[in-house]
């Protein structure tokens, strides 16, 4: 049975329909911690977008299987993919405007960023076969929230859709995302950086680079640590001495999409579920972004129960005719009454802790719940009950 969106009424405006939030930003940026179904609302967000007649392009990184199977992205790619419009499974659900979709690989993102910044094709290969780049591009840390970061930012210049819908990497921390830039402007202006590039322009480079490791601080000491030898301190520096000219434009690039997810066409949209660790990391978020000045445009805690006081209360009136008219002996309701006041208890439990989360969110952020429902919503028919739980379709399922 399909339920209906419940929203809490403490805190801001009250949301029955997602429909709003998607027809003023060009840009929405799905946060929260793993698990709490970040990339399946991504992907009903995006549907509902294309339903209500917006070109719409969602990026994601590593959905589950069922789901990309869902939306026919079958592979990982640095490349945008047509969504076809028969994806929903049904005639009652047409898509009004196209709808793209791109299951984002990291390392190939990356290349692609080289390859659109670089000087030229040589210099470009030469780049892209370096052991350090490579190594770099996966284990420096906010490496992969960056690269997303700046595949929104490309795709928003080439197809400029009229809303791209950015379904962010599962984080440990809440900060990995909003900090991703500044980590890499950090990298890129780094001291040990300058040093081997001045000591390579120089000719100056041999056992004093060596000697200069012994020294480096930070993530960079822990990635060089991996390494040793003079071959390892040339390949280096002829990695930095290539990338020379490929700092202005990617500092130039970051602080470009950093402008662009705090202006006005950007909103964020905090994802949660009611268990205190999501919670916790909700409200950690949605500070935060209140506190950077970024534009908080909602917040969605799915999978909620839904079971009302009101059943427990009716349990008295209908043991009678459960009992009487169905044959349920006194064990089973014993156990169908034990269960009831279990859920109950969760339902109440769970409402506490999302009107705490909803009274520390800005004043005047809306918010909504979508119930706990007994299926799988990564499948098409899946998808369809949730965009009726979020009030962006209204004809049959």
Request: net charge neutral; glycine share 6%.
């Amino acid at each position: 049975m399909v339920g209906t969106a419940s929203p809490v009424r403490e805190g801001g405006p009250l949301m029955t329909s997602l429909a709003t939030l998607l027809k003023e930003p060009d840009i929405i940026v799905c946060v929260g911690s793993g698990g709490v179904g970040k990339t399946t609302t991504s992907a009903s967000l995006a549907l509902g977008a294309a339903i209500a007649g917006r070109k719409t392009l969602v990026i994601t990184i590593d959905p589950a299987k069922r789901l990309a199977d869902a939306l026919g992205l079958t592979m990982l790619s640095s490349h945008v993919a047509s969504i076809q419009p028969e994806i929903l499974g049904s005639d009652h659900y047409k898509l009004k405007a196209p709808l793209y979709g791109m299951m984002l690989d990291l390392q190939s993102a990356w290349d692609d960023l080289v390859k659109r910044v670089g000087r030229n094709e040589q210099e470009t290969d030469r780049i892209l076969q370096n052991r350090f780049y490579r190594q770099l591009s996966r284990e420096l840390v906010g490496a992969q929230e960056f690269i997303a970061c700046e595949t929104l930012f490309s795709q928003w210049e080439i197809m400029k859709p009229d809303l791209i819908i950015l379904d962010t990497p599962p984080t440990r921390n809440a900060l990995d995302f909003l900090d991703a830039p500044n980590r890499i402007f950090d990298f890129l202006e780094n001291e040990a950086f300058q040093y081997f590039l001045k000591q390579r322009e120089t000719g100056r480079l041999g056992r004093m680079g060596l000697q200069f490791l012994d020294t480096a601080q930070g993530a960079f000491n822990l990635f060089l640590n991996k390494f040793a030898g003079t071959q390892f301190i040339a390949e280096l520096s002829d990695f930095l001495f290539l990338m020379r000219d490929l700092y202005p434009p990617l500092i130039q690039r970051t602080r470009a999409f950093q402008k662009l997810l705090g202006s006005e066409k950007t909103r964020f949209l905090v994802i949660t579920q009611p268990n205190p660790q999501a919670i916790q990391e909700a409200s950690f978020f949605a500070q935060e972004l209140k506190a950077r000045g970024l534009p908080l445009g909602g917040m969605i805690a799915n999978r909620v129960c839904q079971t009302q006081e009101s059943l427990r209360n009716t349990l008295p009136q209908l043991k009678d005719q459960a009992i009487n008219d169905l044959g349920i002996s006194e064990a089973q309701w014993h156990k169908i009454s034990a269960a009831t006041d279990a859920e109950c208890q969760r339902a109440t439990f769970q409402q506490a802790q999302l009107t705490a989360l909803q009274q520390q969110l800005p004043q005047g952020c809306p918010h909504l719940q979508i119930p706990e429902v007994q299926e799988d919503l990564s499948t098409p028919k899946g998808l369809r009950t949730l965009l009726h739980l979020q009030g962006l379709v209204t004809s049959n399922l």
